[in-house]
């Protein structure tokens, strides 16, 4: 199978027994060697047997120099000396190729499911069409691989209507989610686009949403947020993560969408359960992702032996705080952040004593069911103590994973009335039969007897033909000033990227290079030359940043352009105009407008808007291009001195280390293509 490995714990074709026989030798060796002021025991062992040592590993008869300390979460360690903390991550895994590894998950659904479909050039999951079933709202939902179950895992018969999937921990792009939403669900009766509350998904999802009410497709979207490990102040604009809890929300939706419901009535009742519902996750150690370079050993990243990180994220994002404790005392500090009325940074849900609750466990991939399942016992139990609260329904398992990460989290959804009448509560939609696979409900033995081969037409869908207009500019002008700009993005690759590292996730260079390039590919492609059509080339630079550039600042990019378009087509008339620094400066700033409609970000809040709104408004005071072009730089530069209050650097530590020396990736990129622009004119 292509990019897959096994390692085995045999050396050699040598039996555990003699292995260990030769591991005992070594360990006799070391005791009486320099080596024993150097590596620890569990080190040695590791060296010998290339394979990682169990935090709780006791490796008997051997006596070890140190006796191990179970009085703490994380098992026994053993130390050469006090200052010994960090351990390592798990970075074995059986597939090194993530995209290999995406795909091949995915199509397994179709082998347990006979329901199912897969696009894999889109990589969507939906429901195949079926004859005998009246037209009912469609759910999409989906996000970055990584999740399993979710998103995949719950399309089925009383759930999902589709899932779009991502690369691992990376939001799929606006056009994939695009082809679900108009090629691969029935959008008669309406579609509900629903994701967790992270920006790329957002902003992606979103977009999708958008060109699908464009298209003539009723569509609602909604982001779940129901984490508090992240306090009102530190999630600032960004708002609650969408963690654990969300799966609820996405199995209560769809259980209401198979009644026949309105979309009306899905999309209130989503938000209803979500304004009810509260979730904290802890986790023993950060994941490493499939095909990514080796983690440092010495980072700060790695969580020390016998703590636990509370609050922490599903895609490795810092959490509240760590800690050592016991797993009682770990849980009631969770307990008391989702809980406690007092405090003023999570008291997200107001509760009474009468009320219902639903509790979900949810192990986030590498927690044995026996230490989830004594999770589980011990929640209950001082949910019952300490808050009176016993839960009506208790689920547990795995729902919402980050990899095989040694974590879990705790949600509680109260149980509010929707006011929809009998069979349609939030319980009764809970308890709702369903045939995702991700949930727990086996598949009837009727979908297997109605199995067929039908599937939606798989034809491509190309941009529908744009309107001529008779605003105009010299390619050749045009083609200049564009090449000047998107030669200034690739140089400053490198700089973005170290920048990104330090701050975000250290992809931001990467898209803005990828995107940069493919611009220059299309724009230079003497098969298809540039018109003097302004829009028609604006429509064709939409096409590849859509298809070229994803996460975040690419959806950002896709809105903003999209909007640009529409504010250059309202400065249309009937007669031939040359595009002008004015028409410029009145399409941008409506282009700025529609952006406000998807992200909260304003000047101050560390973001490419920093760059953008500057520049947008120089422009349309003075119509001078290279002063904007100064505005940008100098609101990018502005940005070293600011704490970020959206996207993943929220979520990012160390701010007294990198604020007034590296500015916003994002914001420092669009600068140095906005000078390009200015020294091609």
């Given at each position: 199978?292509?990019?897959?490995y096994?390692s085995?714990?045999?050396?050699?074709?040598?039996?555990?027994?003699?292995?260990?026989?030769?591991?005992?030798l070594?360990l006799q060796?070391?005791?009486?060697?320099?080596?024993?002021?150097?590596?620890?025991?569990e080190?040695?062992?590791?060296s010998f047997?290339?394979?990682?040592t169990?935090?709780?590993?006791?490796?008997?008869?051997?006596?070890?120099?140190?006796?191990p300390?179970?009085?703490?979460?994380?098992?026994?360690?053993?130390?050469?000396r006090?200052?010994?903390?960090?351990?390592?991550?798990?970075?074995?895994?059986f597939?090194?190729d993530?995209t290999h590894?995406v795909?091949?998950a995915?199509?397994?659904?179709?082998?347990t499911?006979?329901?199912?479909?897969?696009?894999?050039?889109?990589?969507?999951?939906?429901r195949?069409?079926?004859?005998?079933t009246?037209?009912?709202?469609?759910?999409?939902?989906?996000?970055?691989?990584?999740?399993?179950?979710a998103?995949?895992?719950?399309?089925?018969?009383?759930?999902l209507?589709?899932?779009?999937?991502?690369?691992?921990?990376?939001?799929?792009?606006?056009?994939?989610?695009?082809?679900a939403?108009?090629?691969?669900?029935?959008?008669?009766?309406?579609?509900?686009?629903?994701?967790?509350?992270?920006?790329?998904?957002?902003?992606n999802?979103?977009?999708?949403?958008?060109?699908?009410?464009?298209?003539?497709?009723k569509?609602?979207?909604?982001?779940?947020?129901?984490?508090?490990?992240?306090?009102?102040?530190?999630?600032?604009k960004?708002?609650?993560r969408?963690?654990g809890?969300?799966?609820?929300?996405?199995?209560?939706?769809?259980?209401?969408?198979?009644?026949?419901?309105s979309?009306?009535e899905?999309?209130?009742t989503?938000?209803?359960a979500?304004?009810?519902?509260?979730?904290?996750?802890?986790?023993?150690?950060?994941?490493h992702?499939p095909?990514?370079?080796?983690?440092?050993?010495?980072?700060?990243?790695?969580v020390?032996h016998?703590?636990?990180?509370v609050?922490?994220?599903?895609h490795?994002?810092?959490?509240s705080?760590r800690?050592k404790a016991?797993?009682?005392?770990?849980?009631?500090?969770?307990?008391?952040?989702?809980?406690?009325?007092?405090?003023?940074?999570?008291?997200?849900?107001?509760?009474?004593s009468?009320?219902s609750?639903a509790?979900?466990?949810?192990?986030?991939g590498g927690?044995?069911?026996l230490e989830?399942?004594?999770?589980?016992?011990?929640?209950?139990?001082q949910?019952?103590?300490d808050?009176?609260?016993?839960?009506?329904?208790?689920?547990?398992?795995?729902?919402?994973?980050?990899?095989?990460?040694?974590?879990?989290?705790?949600?509680l959804?109260r149980?509010?009335?929707?006011?929809l009448?009998?069979?349609?509560?939030?319980?009764?939609?809970?308890?709702?039969?369903?045939?995702?696979?991700?949930?727990?409900?086996?598949?009837?033995?009727?979908?297997?007897?109605?199995?067929?081969s039908?599937?939606?037409?798989?034809?491509?869908?190309?941009?529908a033909?744009?309107?001529?207009?008779?605003?105009?500019?010299?390619?050749?002008i045009?083609?200049?000033?564009?090449?000047?700009g998107?030669?200034?993005v690739?140089?400053a690759?490198?700089?973005?990227?170290r920048?990104?590292?330090?701050?975000?996730d250290?992809?931001?260079?990467?898209?803005?290079?990828?995107?940069?390039?493919?611009?220059?590919?299309?724009?230079?492609?003497?098969?298809?030359p540039?018109?003097p059509?302004?829009?028609?080339?604006?429509?064709?630079?939409?096409?590849?940043?859509?298809?070229?550039?994803d996460g975040?600042?690419?959806?950002?990019?896709?809105?903003?352009?999209?909007?640009?378009?529409?504010?250059?087509?309202?400065?249309d008339?009937?007669?031939?105009?040359?595009?002008?620094?004015?028409?410029?400066?009145?399409?941008?700033?409506?282009?700025l407008?529609a952006?406000?409609?998807?992200?909260?970000?304003?000047?101050?809040?560390?973001?490419?808007?920093?760059?953008?709104?500057?520049?947008?408004?120089t422009?349309?005071e003075?119509?001078?291009i290279?002063k904007?072009a100064?505005?940008?730089?100098?609101?990018?530069?502005?940005?070293?001195?600011?704490k970020a209050?959206l996207?993943?650097?929220?979520?990012?530590?160390?701010?007294?280390?990198?604020?007034?020396?590296?500015?916003?990736?994002?914001?420092y990129g669009?600068s140095?293509?906005?000078?390009g622009?200015?020294?091609?004119?």
């Amino acid at each position: 199978m292509a990019g897959s490995y096994v390692s085995g714990q045999h050396y050699k074709g040598q039996s555990v027994t003699s292995t260990f026989a030769l591991f005992f030798l070594l360990l006799q060796t070391y005791q009486s060697s320099s080596l024993y002021n150097i590596l620890t025991p569990e080190q040695l062992y590791l060296s010998f047997y290339s394979v990682r040592t169990p935090s709780d590993c006791q490796i008997a008869p051997v006596r070890l120099r140190k006796q191990p300390d179970n009085s703490s979460i994380g098992g026994a360690s053993y130390s050469r000396r006090e200052s010994h903390t960090a351990v390592t991550m798990q970075t074995k895994h059986f597939f090194s190729d993530p995209t290999h590894l995406v795909n091949s998950a995915l199509h397994s659904l179709t082998l347990t499911n006979p329901s199912l479909a897969f696009d894999r050039q889109n990589k969507i999951i939906y429901r195949r069409p079926c004859k005998d079933t009246e037209s009912k709202v469609s759910i999409i939902s989906g996000g970055g691989s990584g999740h399993e179950p979710a998103f995949a895992g719950f399309v089925g018969r009383g759930m999902l209507t589709a899932s779009v999937a991502g690369t691992i921990f990376a939001s799929p792009s606006a056009e994939q989610v695009r082809r679900a939403l108009l090629q691969r669900v029935d959008g008669s009766k309406g579609v509900l686009v629903i994701v967790m509350n992270y920006t790329g998904d957002v902003m992606n999802f979103g977009l999708a949403a958008e060109k699908g009410n464009a298209a003539g497709i009723k569509t609602e979207f909604f982001a779940i947020s129901d984490d508090v490990g992240v306090g009102r102040e530190k999630g600032g604009k960004v708002g609650r993560r969408g963690i654990g809890g969300g799966v609820m929300v996405l199995k209560i939706v769809g259980a209401l969408a198979e009644t026949g419901a309105s979309l009306e009535e899905v999309y209130a009742t989503a938000r209803l359960a979500n304004s009810n519902l509260v979730s904290v996750g802890s986790s023993l150690e950060h994941v490493h992702v499939p095909g990514r370079d080796m983690p440092d050993p010495n980072s700060d990243d790695l969580v020390p032996h016998g703590e636990v990180e509370v609050g922490m994220g599903i895609h490795n994002e810092p959490g509240s705080h760590r800690m050592k404790a016991t797993a009682e005392e770990m849980i009631q500090t969770m307990l008391k952040q989702m809980l406690d009325q007092n405090d003023k940074e999570r008291a997200f849900l107001k509760y009474s004593s009468s009320d219902s609750f639903a509790l979900l466990i949810n192990n986030l991939g590498g927690v044995s069911t026996l230490e989830l399942s004594a999770l589980t016992a011990e929640v209950v139990l001082q949910l019952e103590r300490d808050y009176k609260i016993k839960p009506v329904r208790t689920i547990q398992g795995m729902f919402l994973t980050s990899l095989n990460g040694m974590g879990f989290s705790i949600s509680l959804l109260r149980l509010a009335d929707t006011g929809l009448g009998a069979g349609k509560s939030l319980l009764e939609l809970l308890d709702a039969p369903s045939e995702a696979v991700g949930w727990a409900a086996p598949i009837q033995t009727s979908t297997w007897d109605n199995q067929t081969s039908a599937s939606y037409e798989s034809a491509s869908s190309p941009r529908a033909v744009e309107k001529p207009s008779n605003l105009t500019l010299d390619p050749a002008i045009l083609k200049k000033v564009l090449s000047s700009g998107l030669d200034r993005v690739i140089k400053a690759e490198p700089l973005v990227t170290r920048y990104d590292t330090i701050v975000g996730d250290g992809d931001c260079g990467i898209g803005l290079q990828r995107g940069a390039e493919a611009i220059l590919k299309e724009i230079n492609d003497s098969s298809t030359p540039l018109t003097p059509d302004i829009l028609a080339t604006l429509h064709r630079i939409i096409d590849v940043v859509e298809n070229s550039m994803d996460g975040t600042s690419g959806a950002i990019y896709a809105i903003f352009l999209n909007a640009l378009a529409h504010g250059l087509r309202a400065q249309d008339n009937s007669t031939s105009t040359t595009v002008t620094s004015k028409i410029w400066a009145n399409a941008l700033q409506h282009s700025l407008k529609a952006l406000a409609k998807y992200t909260p970000a304003q000047p101050g809040d560390r973001t490419l808007m920093d760059a953008l709104s500057p520049f947008i408004k120089t422009l349309v005071e003075t119509e001078d291009i290279r002063k904007a072009a100064e505005a940008a730089s100098q609101g990018a530069e502005a940005t070293k001195m600011m704490k970020a209050s959206l996207g993943r650097a929220v979520y990012v530590g160390g701010e007294d280390e990198w604020v007034g020396k590296i500015p916003d990736p994002g914001a420092y990129g669009l600068s140095e293509f906005l000078n390009g622009i200015a020294e091609g004119i």
